[in-house]
């Protein structure tokens, strides 16, 4: 057994990790970054980047079979070669992989130490079976694993989760997706509209995390019309039949079944701390074995252990991981100062469905509606949504009755993602509703229509 000391040992290389590893280093602080898995991130190697691969395939296969209302035709057919697009997702996505390899193989090898790291004691992690590393404080940045309902287990090699999507050498021809949530509503549509007959169950009427009655009702009308999108419905087994495997669920009192080639298994994510030895520390563990954490410093209560990015479950995105990997790498690196909280950015999320989905600020279920100016716009009749034949969705806008600030809003529509950033950073400076509607708004944009619901939100 190898014995080795650090000042900080961060345990997974991902987004948070690699971020953390950066922050301590740069702080002056000898790092050790443990990594159990393949280097090259979630987000390059199953996550962000291969999901919006195979979504702009899908796009371009939609827009190429609906250009007849423009008056233009495609004469001939729209064909689909399952193979290439495929092909295209994994070369683009191993050269994504390829930036973050060779970020990793900058750092000195003494840095980098591969295997699976677990707490013996509050100062030191075992990797494997080969090294011990004593350190002052660690982060851990662990990420998170694809929850898989105990009824898809007997799907045997017909269960699959994203990781493996982005390994195919084809598409199926038919998949049953379970969880109508962000992963499953982004691939089940995109595997949709790339000709795999697509069968989304969701057990409850949620979609896409939205939470706005009205604007979810929009949302499940835009997608019920391109594949079954079955609200309410739980798996109750899956059983494996020619080589398929067949999904039986209940729906409002009924059985029923379905057969696919495969099921997707899309209904959350579950922070990767078990098997990290955190009953061996001074950590006081909940239920499920998640440790008590300072949610403002990420620091585990009684001890010098900080937990970043999907690994705490408080914000599982991208850039947030990232804010989290910072301030964990200077908390530990300047440990035993009090630790500081992360510099949080107004609240934000994009589903890259089409039309898009997004949220800003506080969600409509957390709103005090007695204290709420709602305003909103129907994409239907905006003008250049219209233009574009983009004119589906909802947006509304929610402010705060007493002081016109803008609080949050939830859409459906066209560039959502868009909206979404002037909205964030429209939050982010504070301002009211009367502060937005004196920002220029050019003609004919989609803005305009984020104008008409801004109007709707002013507080007389
Ligand atoms: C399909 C999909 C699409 C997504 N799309 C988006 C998107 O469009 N936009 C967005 O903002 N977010 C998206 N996300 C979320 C985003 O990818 C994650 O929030 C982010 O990658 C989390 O980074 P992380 O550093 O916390 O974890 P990861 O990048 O998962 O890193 C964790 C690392 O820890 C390692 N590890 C685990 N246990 C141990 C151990 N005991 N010892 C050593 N190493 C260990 C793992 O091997 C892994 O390398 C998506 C996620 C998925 C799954
Ligand atoms: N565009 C993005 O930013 C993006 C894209 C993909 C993933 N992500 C991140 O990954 C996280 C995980 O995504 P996700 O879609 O797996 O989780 P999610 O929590 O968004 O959705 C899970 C869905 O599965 C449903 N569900 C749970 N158990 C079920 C069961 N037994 N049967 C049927 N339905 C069931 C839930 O009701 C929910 O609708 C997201 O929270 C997000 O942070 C982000």
Same mark, same amino acid.
């Given at each position: 057994? &190898?014995?080795?000391?650090?000042?900080?040992?961060?345990?997974?290389?991902?987004?948070?990790?690699?971020?953390?590893?950066?922050?301590?280093?740069?702080?002056?602080?000898?790092?050790?970054?443990?990594?159990?898995?393949?280097?090259?991130?979630?987000?390059?190697?199953?996550?962000?980047?291969?999901?919006?691969?195979?979504?702009?395939?899908?796009?371009?296969?939609?827009?190429?079979?609906?250009?007849?209302? %423009?008056?233009?035709?495609?004469?001939?057919?729209?064909?689909?070669?399952?193979?290439?697009?495929?092909?295209?997702?994994?070369?683009?996505?191993?050269? %994504?992989?390829?930036?973050?390899?060779?970020?990793?193989?900058?750092?000195?090898?003494?840095?980098?130490?591969?295997?699976?790291?677990?707490?013996?004691?509050? &100062?030191?992690?075992?990797?494997?079976?080969?090294?011990?590393?004593?350190?002052?404080?660690?982060?851990?940045?662990?990420?998170?694993?694809?929850?898989?309902?105990?009824?898809?287990?007997?799907?045997?090699?017909?269960?699959?989760?994203?990781?493996?999507?982005?390994?195919?050498?084809?598409?199926?021809?038919?998949?049953?997706?379970?969880?109508?949530?962000?992963?499953?509503?982004?691939?089940?549509?995109?595997?949709?509209?790339?000709?795999?007959?697509?069968?989304?169950?969701?057990?409850?009427?949620?979609?896409?995390?939205?939470?706005?009655?009205?604007?979810?009702?929009?949302?499940?009308?835009?997608?019920?019309?391109?594949?079954?999108?079955?609200?309410?419905?739980?798996?109750?087994?899956?059983?494996?039949?020619?080589?398929?495997?067949?999904?039986? @669920?209940?729906?409002?009192?009924?059985?029923?079944?379905?057969?696919?080639?495969?099921?997707?298994?899309?209904?959350?994510?579950?922070?990767?701390?078990?098997?990290?030895?955190?009953?061996?520390?001074?950590?006081?563990?909940?239920?499920?074995?998640?440790?008590? %954490?300072?949610?403002?410093?990420?620091?585990?209560?009684?001890?010098?252990?900080?937990?970043?990015?999907?690994?705490?479950?408080?914000?599982?995105?991208?850039?947030?991981?990232?804010?989290?990997? @910072?301030?964990?790498?200077?908390?530990?690196?300047?440990?035993?100062?009090?630790?500081?909280?992360?510099?949080?950015?107004?609240?934000?999320?994009?589903? %890259?469905?089409?039309?898009?989905?997004?949220?800003?600020?506080?969600?409509?279920?957390?709103?005090?509606?007695?204290?709420?100016?709602?305003?909103?716009?129907?994409?239907?009749?905006?003008?250049?949504?219209?233009?574009?034949?983009?004119?589906?969705?909802?947006?509304?806008? @929610?402010?705060?009755?007493?002081?016109?600030?803008?609080?949050?809003?939830?859409?459906?529509?066209?560039?959502?993602?868009?909206?979404?950033?002037?909205?964030?950073?429209?939050?982010?400076?504070?301002?009211?509703?009367?502060?937005?509607?004196?920002?220029?708004?050019?003609?004919?944009?989609?803005?305009?229509?984020?104008?008409?619901?801004?109007?709707?939100?002013?507080?007389?």
């Amino acid at each position: 057994m &190898q014995k080795r000391q650090a000042d900080v040992v961060i345990i997974g290389a991902g987004t948070a990790g690699m971020t953390a590893y950066r922050a301590a280093t740069r702080a002056g602080k000898k790092a050790i970054l443990v990594e159990g898995g393949a280097f090259g991130t979630t987000c390059a190697r199953v996550g962000c980047m291969p999901s919006k691969l195979l979504i702009a395939a899908a796009d371009a296969a939609h827009q190429a079979q609906h250009t007849s209302a %423009f008056g233009v035709h495609v004469d001939g057919t729209v064909r689909i070669d399952g193979k290439q697009v495929m092909q295209r997702v994994k070369s683009e996505r191993d050269r %994504f992989v390829s930036f973050v390899l060779s970020d990793v193989e900058a750092f000195p090898a003494d840095d980098k130490v591969v295997g699976y790291a677990k707490f013996l004691d509050d &100062q030191t992690v075992q990797v494997d079976e080969h090294t011990q590393i004593q350190a002052q404080s660690f982060v851990i940045a662990t990420g998170s694993t694809s929850f898989i309902p105990k009824a898809l287990l007997a799907a045997g090699d017909r269960l699959v989760i994203n990781d493996d999507v982005f390994e195919w050498e084809d598409l199926p021809q038919r998949i049953v997706v379970v969880g109508a949530g962000v992963i499953g509503l982004e691939l089940g549509q995109a595997l949709s509209r790339l000709g795999v007959k697509t069968t989304l169950l969701n057990r409850s009427d949620t979609v896409g995390g939205i939470t706005d009655p009205e604007v979810r009702e929009a949302a499940r009308a835009a997608f019920c019309c391109e594949f079954a999108l079955e609200a309410n419905a739980t798996v109750t087994a899956t059983e494996l039949k020619d080589n398929q495997v067949v999904v039986h @669920y209940e729906q409002n009192g009924q059985t029923h079944h379905v057969t696919a080639d495969f099921v997707l298994s899309a209904a959350g994510r579950i922070p990767n701390v078990q098997g990290l030895g955190l009953e061996n520390t001074s950590a006081e563990l909940d239920e499920k074995g998640m440790p008590l %954490f300072d949610t403002e410093t990420l620091q585990i209560k009684n001890t010098a252990i900080f937990i970043a990015g999907d690994a705490n479950n408080q914000h599982p995105i991208l850039h947030e991981a990232a804010d989290d990997g @910072y301030q964990s790498g200077m908390n530990a690196a300047h440990w035993p100062q009090a630790p500081v909280a992360v510099a949080r950015r107004a609240p934000m999320g994009i589903v %890259f469905t089409d039309p898009q989905i997004m949220k800003v600020g506080c969600a409509y279920k957390d709103l005090d509606l007695a204290r709420t100016q709602i305003g909103e716009v129907n994409f239907a009749n905006q003008g250049r949504a219209r233009v574009m034949l983009k004119n589906c969705g909802r947006l509304r806008v @929610y402010a705060d009755k007493e002081n016109g600030r803008f609080l949050g809003a939830e859409m459906l529509g066209p560039a959502a993602e868009h909206m979404a950033h002037l909205l964030a950073w429209c939050l982010q400076m504070e301002l009211t509703i009367e502060q937005m509607l004196a920002m220029p708004f050019y003609h004919p944009v989609l803005e305009e229509g984020l104008r008409t619901a801004l109007r709707g939100a002013r507080v007389e």
